[in-house]
């Protein structure tokens, strides 16, 4: 299967208004689903149980490393440290408004559309709502909405 299939296929399965942690295996209805846990459930869907080793990292449980999670991707071998998204490829996204203090955050997979259509990229994400949330946008204005911003692109699993 695509990586592209793969992510898409696993985001619709943690959604429909269930919050899964699948460190644990637990889930449980709830009307916000958390966005570094949404992504955390893509990742160990795609890339199976290894990723769980991770799971810390991957949920920033340790504001004094507000990147944790793009380096874990990098430690996993699921991705690579990139400044800008590569065209046709899926991302791991970690945006921060202020990291002294630590504030207002959030985790997407970003779809970097090969061109000529590169200014319309998709973003999924957690939503309060009970699917995930798309939009279309470029990098630009997805990147610009983040003061600090490190990215990921994936590898095929």
């Not at 793009?70 to 800008?84: C, K, M, N, T, Y």
Request: glycine share 6%.
């Amino acid at each position: 299967m695509s990586l592209d299939r793969d992510i898409l296929v696993s985001a619709l399965r943690n959604v429909s208004g269930r919050h899964y942690d699948t460190s644990t295996g637990a889930s449980r209805r709830k009307n916000n689903t958390d966005c570094s846990r949404f992504a955390f459930a893509v990742l160990v869907d795609v890339y199976g149980a290894r990723v769980k080793d991770e799971h810390n990292a991957l949920h920033i449980t340790d504001g004094a490393h507000p990147f944790s999670n793009v380096e874990a991707i990098v430690r996993l071998g699921i991705g690579e440290e990139v400044d800008e998204p590569l065209p046709g490829r899926w991302h791991y996204f970690q945006g921060w408004k202020s990291l002294d203090p630590l504030a207002s955050g959030h985790t997407t997979l970003f779809y970097a559309a090969p061109t000529p259509f590169v200014g319309e990229s998709l973003v999924l994400q957690a939503t309060p709502l009970d699917a995930p949330w798309c939009d279309f946008r470029s990098w630009e204005d997805h990147a610009k909405r983040w003061r600090f911003v490190r990215l990921a692109v994936l590898t095929e699993s």
